[in-house]
């Protein structure tokens, strides 16, 4: 069975300030990993994702995250925290090696982040 | 535009009313799932599709049924909806990955927000 953890529901940064936002992951194969992103009222749109290529993934609005097998985490990062970042974000694990069972993308509670001036 | 759309995006019920909330989506995608969203559960998956006339349970299935005679359409069926069903639900879309299951990169629509009385 596969899962993530996201450590604190709730993160709060000042603009301008580093953002990180912590997952670990639990999986039997190597996993997929994604990073989704939820603003008010709208459904979540991917952020970022590793599919076992380069560790370390740059995706949209500045974020990236670091795929590290040895700590079995995938946290995400961003230099420099914007007023548009406040949102919920969502980490994900995709067990690849599918074998007719369908989409086991299971996410994990979520992380709201506030961004204060 | 590339969307999945979910209607209705806001409804007020009462127990025992059957109900159905539409998705669609027009990427010709082969995987489409839904899921419902609760405050420190995260997203559970009730139940997905991999093709037309092919679906499975998810985590969460009790209470929903689902069908899939379209390839663009993908409606969640609640039969007699309980108080406990009051949710906020997304479908979702991808294509399907080379080694035949969904990529895990997915689209959402942009939620249905159900209250059951």
């Known amino acids: 069975a596969q899962s993530v953890t996201q450590l604190g529901s709730h993160v709060s940064v000042s603009e301008g300030a580093l953002v990180l936002l912590r997952c670990n992951y639990s999986?039997?194969?190597?996993?997929?990993l994604f990073w989704y992103v939820q603003y008010p009222n709208q459904g979540l749109q991917l952020l970022l994702k590793y599919t076992s290529a380069a560790t370390l993934v740059k995706g949209i609005n500045g974020f990236e995250a670091e795929f590290k097998k040895s700590e079995t985490s995938f946290h995400l990062t961003k230099p420099s925290a914007h007023m548009s970042d406040a949102a919920e974000y969502f980490c994900a694990v995709s067990d690849r090696g599918l074998t007719g069972g369908g989409n086991k993308l299971t996410f994990g509670t979520g992380t709201q982040l506030k961004v204060e001036l | 535009e590339a969307q999945v759309t979910q209607n209705p995006r806001y409804l007020i019920t009462v127990t025992g009313k059957k109900l159905t909330v539409t998705c669609s989506q027009n990427m010709n995608h082969e995987y489409m799932s839904w899921y419902r969203q609760d405050p420190g559960l995260g997203l559970r998956q009730i139940y997905y599709s991999m093709n037309v006339e092919v679906t499975d349970k998810g985590d969460v299935p009790e209470g929903y049924k689902v069908s899939r005679k379209e390839k663009r359409n993908f409606p969640l069926i609640l039969e007699s909806p309980s108080p406990n069903q009051t949710s906020l639900y997304f479908c979702?879309?991808?294509?399907?990955?080379?080694?035949?299951?969904?990529?895990?990169?997915?689209?959402f629509g942009e939620g249905s927000r159900l209250t059951v009385l």
């Open positions: 999986s039997s194969v190597p996993p997929y």
């Open positions: 979702a879309s991808s294509f399907r990955g080379l080694a035949g299951g969904p990529t895990g990169e997915l689209f």
